[in-house]
């Protein structure tokens, strides 16, 4: 379960082949901490696709905490 919540953030510092890939990229534990909960209570459907995790994230974007927004944000998602 900590893989995919990983997986996801390594997509925001992957290249657009690489995400194509589906490969994973360096990523911060306190970027895994901030949408951890967000992605158990919106996106559990989506585990383990990081892509799909990432998609249902977004979508969610409005009711996620202010700390995985700012995540999001900062990656220009």
């Given amino acids: 379960m900590v893989r995919s919540v990983s997986l996801v953030f390594a997509v925001f510092l992957i290249s657009t082949a690489a995400t194509a890939q589906n ?6 534990e306190q ?4 949408c951890r909960g ?4 919106f996106c559990r459907d989506a585990e383990p696709d990081e892509l799909r995790i990432l998609s249902c994230l977004q979508t969610n974007r409005a009711r996620l905490t202010k700390a ?7 990656h220009g998602m």
């Fill in 38 to 41: 967000d992605v158990h209570r």
């Fill in 23 to 28: 490969e994973v990229g360096p990523h911060s």
């Fill in 68 to 74: 995985c927004q700012g995540v999001l944000q900062s």
């Fill in 31 to 34: 970027e895994d901490d901030a």
